[in-house]
């Protein structure tokens, strides 16, 4: 389906969420993963570069998906890039208050896209990330980005170790640059109202 994007709201509290109720997709991962590039790429430019606005980098900026009837069908929850320092506490220190209590209260959050880049050996980090949406039972989907950069064998071995690394059975492999994966994450999330955490 072809779906026209418009920015609805930067949020910096709870308070400030939108209230709408369409299934509600979420994309994370760290800073320099390829999210920016991968939004355009889903939805147009529009989203990557109100994200990348000063200020709204560490938003959780939300974006509102119609059909061709102009009915509201989903809705994208951009948020902050985490960095390369060590997780404690909560996910991320570096995350604002508000993050954490997104992703494990908000209602119409229907899964929770985490990027992985493809070039680099499982981060730590990320593997947080994952194991703290197992513990608060959020259905998450691990994309793995910019796998055109990787030959074929470095790719299966690249995917393969991100797989075991944070006990997957399945990484999706994405290119922004390409459009590889994008019509496979686009079904996943077309279909993400109906399978729901697991
Ligand atoms: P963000 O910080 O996660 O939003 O990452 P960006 O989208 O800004 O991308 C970070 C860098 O990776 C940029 O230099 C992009 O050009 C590059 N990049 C992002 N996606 C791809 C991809 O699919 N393939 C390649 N080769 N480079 C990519």
Redesign the pocket.
Known sequence: MRYTTQFMLSALAAEQFPGTTVPEIAFL??????????L?ALVGEKA?KVS?TPGRTRAINFFLLCDDKNRARLAFADLP?YGYAKISKSISAEWPKFIDPYLAERETLKLCVC?VDSNIPPQPNDGKLVDWLRHVGRGFIVVA?????LSGNARTRNLLAIKNAFDLDEVLA?????GAGLKDLWTRIESADSEEAS
């Open positions: 991962g760290r800073s320099n993963v390829g999210k920016s590039s991968l355009n990557a990348q890039g990027l980005t910019k796998t055109d950069r994405v290119s922004a640059k390409t």
